[in-house]
């Protein structure tokens, strides 16, 4: 897979193009996404719940769907599956589907940044990594952040994100979610870039990056 440049297009139907890094720093995921409010701010969290929140929550959650067995490629397919937010900010999916354009800028980011990983770590298969689909904790983690986060009544959250996940799944990624809205979003960021540097170099397949994410998800919830 080849970096591409993704664009929009102007309402004269000029290409606007979107910058790249060529390297995955944290500052860039980091700084970027923990400055995004999730649902554009509204929320009753002690601190502004952000996209970085979120996207960590995500990862966390792909783990116990994977029945704790620790699965590199889906975990980092869950921490990375709103990096095309870093462009625009959290836009609702609605929204999304009116400007078709949206999606397929973020769906370039994404692929962009795969590349990016691949030259980051070793054994990645960019092309398969690219495609790993995070719907199922995605969506989950709306159904739990509307009630956490947006503060809605079970009875609205129920009719609007409705879910057919096992309540002790359902119970798990509450969990996640009231951690994650009271870690201080400066605490979250060091242990995510102490993380990010530790893994440089690994391998996905070996025992060492697993030790890693275990270690990353402990200073999390711990």
Not at 124 to 141: F, G, N, T, W, Y
Not at 160 to 188: C, G, K, L, N, Q
Not at 194 to 201: D, L, M, Q
Request: some cysteine.
């Amino acid at each position: 897979m080849e970096l591409t440049a993704p664009y929009v297009l102007d309402s004269d139907g000029r290409r606007i193009g979107v910058q790249l890094s060529h390297t995955p720093t944290t500052a860039q995921f980091t700084k970027r996404l923990q400055n995004t409010a999730r649902f554009n701010g509204l929320g009753m969290s002690p601190h502004q719940y952000s996209v970085f929140d979120h996207s960590i929550a995500a990862a966390i959650l792909q783990l116990r769907i994977d029945r704790g067995k620790i699965r590199p490629i889906p975990f980092f397919a869950a921490l990375f599956h709103e990096v095309g937010e870093v462009v625009w900010g959290d836009i609702p999916t609605p929204f999304k589907r009116l400007c078709p354009q949206i999606a397929k800028v973020e769906r370039a980011i994404y692929q962009n940044l795969w590349v990016n990983i691949g030259r980051y770590l070793k054994g990645v298969d960019v092309e398969i990594a690219a495609r790993v689909d995070c719907k199922r904790v995605d969506s989950l983690l709306c159904y739990v952040e509307a009630e956490r986060v947006l503060g809605l009544l079970p009875s609205i959250r129920d009719s609007d994100f409705a879910t057919d996940e096992p309540p002790e799944v359902v119970r798990y990624a509450e969990t996640i979610v009231d951690a994650m809205i009271h870690v201080h979003p400066d605490r979250s960021a060091r242990v995510f870039s102490r993380f990010w540097h530790a893994c440089k170099g690994l391998d996905v397949r070996g025992n060492p990056i697993k030790n890693r994410i275990r270690q990353f998800v402990n200073g999390i919830l711990t």
